[in-house]
């Protein structure tokens, strides 16, 4: 999906955040695009839980990509970092939304089985966009009319089997300081060992007798 900040002239680093790395200009102003690779499944979910973690409802997370790029992943997530277990997490496809309750409430929305606006409306789309909810929506771009203006795009793509290309998008100055903060703890998170287990304390050796 085309995003509307796009068709705006920029300088070259004005902005964006390339592999998770922020300059001292992009830490003084608010950060519009985010892109990243993800090599794992597991690392998908990590930027779920960070991008989670800082939601207290009432956003909107458009999430873009085709079949098999990451998306229910990336949802299971920001369902952990609102506290809800990740495991309870699947794809809407047939039900076409799941609510979950954790910090903040959660709907995830799947439109890849609906064809016409009036589908939409039945599974009443707008009252979810209007609700106090966080609302993350997989298959966005088929019905980009239905989005609010300000919203956070999530576009997933295909790298290698294992390995996915991730370019987050803010629209509008909301998400756009989510963005910003999502900016600095991802590239905290990159920063931090994968294995968080305690070290284990080294053994002292017994006095000489």
Same mark, same amino acid.
């Given at each position: 999906?085309?995003s509307?900040?796009?068709?705006r002239? *920029? ?8 592999? #998770?790395?922020?300059? %001292? @200009? ?31 409802g ?7 990509? #085709?079949l098999?790029?990451? %998306? ?28 979950y ?5 959660l =709907?995830? =929305? +799947? ?11 039945? =599974?009443?789309? +707008?009252?979810?966009l209007?609700?106090? @909810? #966080?609302v ?22 295909? *790298?290698?089997p294992?390995?996915?290309d ?5 629209q ?9 903060r =999502? ?9 931090a060992?994968?294995?968080l %287990?305690?070290?284990?304390p080294?053994?002292? %050796?017994?006095?000489?007798?």
């Amino acid at each position: 999906m085309p995003s509307r900040a796009s068709n705006r002239p *920029r300088q070259p680093a004005s902005g964006t955040v390339h592999g #998770a790395r922020l300059s %001292k @200009a992009s830490r003084r102003r608010s950060v519009e695009r985010l892109e990243s690779v993800l090599s794992s499944r597991s690392q998908t979910e990590r930027l779920g839980h960070v991008i989670g973690a800082l939601l207290t409802g009432g956003e909107v997370l458009a999430l873009i990509g #085709a079949l098999g790029a990451g %998306k229910t992943a990336l949802v299971r997530g920001i369902a952990a970092g609102l506290g809800v277990p990740p495991e309870s997490v699947s794809s809407p496809t047939f039900v076409l939304a799941h609510e979950y309750h954790g910090r903040a409430p959660l =709907i995830h =929305i +799947d439109l890849y089985r609906l064809r016409t606006v009036a589908e939409a409306e039945s =599974i009443g789309l +707008d009252e979810y966009l209007a609700g106090s @909810a #966080a609302v993350a929506i997989e298959w966005a771009e088929r019905f980009p009319e239905w989005l609010p203006e300000d919203r956070l795009e999530v576009q997933l793509t295909h *790298r290698s089997p294992a390995t996915r290309d991730v370019l987050v998008a803010a629209q509008g100055p909301r998400s756009s300081a989510l963005l910003t903060r =999502i900016a600095r703890n991802w590239r905290i998170v990159q920063r931090a060992p994968v294995s968080l %287990k305690p070290a284990r304390p080294a053994r002292r %050796k017994a006095p000489a007798r």
